[in-house]
């Protein structure tokens, strides 16, 4: 079976400094892998490179074995990979709705139409309305993003990545800056994922990584330093002293 | 426990209800909207004799209107969009005074089409860039063009222009008269039939994806947006609007110079939809009619310091209508239906 996403010899610097080295890393349809490391391990510029962001040096990617190296961000994400961001990226200005008819009117080919109106399809609507009502984001729905707390517009992150229907989805610390009494609620959402959908999470909670993951990949200095599951993990010594040991990290969310 | 599960499902379904209607029914045309075009008809009969300056000002309603596809809706700011007005004006003037081709209507649709055609060309090229960028690119567009009519004279008529343009009645009926009655129908009409073709625009899926360009464009990309074409396809339709506008402002004024190319005229154009209010297609309406009548005014009241009245209004709009004019009657409205709700 060809993995959902394949990334094969990766490479990337920004001038001297290499921030990605070599990485290989698989994917199964349904996977759920964490991608842990320390801080400035190129977690999110490996993001980046998957998802089109920023351009490779050399390596592949590979989407159900199709080669996407060389299309755009946009059209990788027409191709089923989606993303969310460390930080917010949402049309601040716009509703909550409109937000997610944006999201699935660029899925469906619908904005290359410059006459029909935008709010004559009852069925994007509705979809939409859907993709809201699983997050339990309806009463939310008319808001303006801007005026949703911190925490709400994480999930607003997420729904509009669901309604992108990836088959792979990269989450970039969903939970990141969200207080912690609210942070349940994000990771509830993750918990309860599509299973057909391949995820890999970008976690600084070690307990959510060891309750979520079923495979965990460890980047070192932009390179993949081991994989496993999170038992093994747990376990490797090695991990442990790079990474594990190091418990002021764990506050210390890049901004 | 039955009964409250059927209020929650009642609830929620009309949760959605009133959402789906807002987004069903925020294209519709509103009563309100009547109101600029029922000003516009008025004018024709109370100002019989103002009706060659009320011809200039819808030519400038529709400039900024075209401005605010791009520069209100998708975010794109430019320098240069006298390029495209200065396209459609002298491709009307030339062809009628190089080619003796002077029926009015035709005239606009050449216009039209050589404008887009400019503005699909750099806009192709110039829109991969942004911010100052993309600024100076848009004014050395405009200045690129002008030179190069000052480098042919011969055919442009350089800075003396082409004077004297005649063109064929309207529709083969209509003169045109000396006090310009036709002309304003002439261009309220046509402004009519842009407005309508740039409001379905708006309101349309593209129009919303424009939106989404403006409020953040790396979340557009990441939904999977092919930004760049969306950014050249409105750059395209804006600059063939403001080509009408031009082709209108030769043939109601008979005459064009190598001016219209102005930096001056980019940038009150600018102006104007900024007092407006931007983003809001009536802003349009609003921003060139209040600039042109104060310029009118100031300039009878003093000949050579009338700028600086405008300069003060500007001052004033800034300070106070962030959001421009419309902004003004839209927090008004805003707080007399709180008041009445409360």
Not at chain 1, 2 to 26: C, I, K, M
Not at chain 2, 306 to 323: C, D, E, N, S, T
Request: charged share 20%.
């Amino acid at each position: 079976m060809t993995a959902a996403l394949q990334v094969e010899g990766l490479n990337r610097s920004f001038g001297a400094l290499p921030v990605t080295r070599d990485v290989n890393l698989a994917l199964e349809r349904g996977a759920r892998r964490a991608l842990i490391g320390p801080n400035g391990a190129g977690k999110t510029t490996l993001v980046n490179l998957i998802t089109g962001a920023l351009r490779p040096h050399s390596g592949r990617v590979l989407l159900d074995g199709q080669d996407i190296t060389g299309l755009s961000q946009a059209d990788r994400a027409r191709r089923g990979l989606a993303r969310t961001f460390q930080i917010n990226q949402l049309f601040r200005g716009l509703t909550v709705l409109e937000n997610l008819c944006m999201t699935i009117g660029e899925r469906d080919g619908h904005c290359n139409n410059l006459w029909r109106s935008a709010g004559s399809r009852r069925v994007v609507i509705d979809e939409a309305l859907d993709h809201l009502d699983s997050l339990r984001l309806t009463d939310d729905a008319l808001k303006l993003v801007r005026e949703l707390p911190y925490g709400r517009q994480r999930l607003v992150e997420i729904a509009i990545a669901l309604a992108q229907k990836p088959r792979v989805l990269l989450l970039d610390e969903p939970a990141a800056g969200v207080p912690s009494s609210e942070s349940h609620l994000i990771l509830d959402v993750v918990a309860a994922l599509d299973p057909d959908i391949a995820v890999l999470i970008i976690e600084h909670d070690m307990d959510v990584v060891f309750r979520f993951a079923k495979e965990i990949t460890v980047l070192v200095q932009g390179a993949v330093f081991t994989q496993g599951t999170p038992n093994e993990i747990m376990n490797n010594e090695q991990v442990r002293a790079v990474y594990l040991g190091q418990e002021s990290h764990r506050g210390g969310h890049r901004g | 426990m039955a009964a409250s599960d059927t209020i929650t499902t009642a609830q929620r379904t009309s949760t959605r209800e009133r959402a789906a209607d807002y987004l069903l029914g925020r294209h519709r045309f509103r009563a309100a909207e009547a109101l600029p075009w029922l000003i516009a008809i008025a004018v024709y009969f109370i100002f019989p004799d103002r009706l060659t300056f009320g011809s200039q000002v819808l030519v400038m309603v529709m400039f900024a209107l075209s401005l605010d596809l791009i520069l209100g809706y998708a975010g794109i700011v430019t320098l240069g969009h006298a390029a495209f007005f200065g396209v459609g004006a002298y491709t009307v003037g030339l062809a009628a005074a190089r080619l003796q081709w002077t029926e009015p209507i035709s005239g606009l649709f050449a216009a039209a089409i050589a404008a887009g055609i400019v503005g699909f060309i750099t806009g192709w090229f110039l829109l991969r860039y942004r911010g100052l960028t993309l600024l100076m690119l848009t004014l050395a567009t405009a200045i690129m063009l002008q030179e190069t009519g000052n480098l042919r004279s011969d055919i442009s008529g350089g800075y003396d222009g082409l004077p004297g343009l005649t063109f064929k009645p309207l529709l083969g009926v209509f003169d045109y008269d000396l006090y310009g009655h036709t002309y304003y129908l002439y261009a309220l009409a046509v402004l009519a039939v842009v407005f309508y073709f740039v409001r379905r625009i708006v309101y349309s899926p593209f129009g919303q994806a424009l939106t989404g360009i403006r409020e953040n464009v790396r979340r557009m990309h990441a939904i999977g947006s092919p930004v760049h074409w969306r950014l050249v396809t409105v750059y395209t339709i804006a600059a063939a609007v403001a080509g009408v506008a031009g082709a209108l402002f030769t043939q109601t004024n008979a005459y064009v110079t190598l001016t219209v190319f102005d930096f001056d005229n980019s940038a009150k154009v600018m102006v104007m939809l900024i007092l407006g209010g931007t983003g809001r297609l009536y802003g349009a309406f609003v921003g060139a009619t209040v600039y042109m009548v104060l310029e009118d005014y100031f300039s009878k009241l003093s000949p050579t310091f009338w700028q600086f009245g405008i300069g003060l209004v500007l001052v004033l709009a800034v300070l106070f209508a962030r959001r421009g004019l419309l902004g003004i009657f839209e927090s008004m409205g805003r707080y007399i239906s709180e008041r009445k709700k409360s």
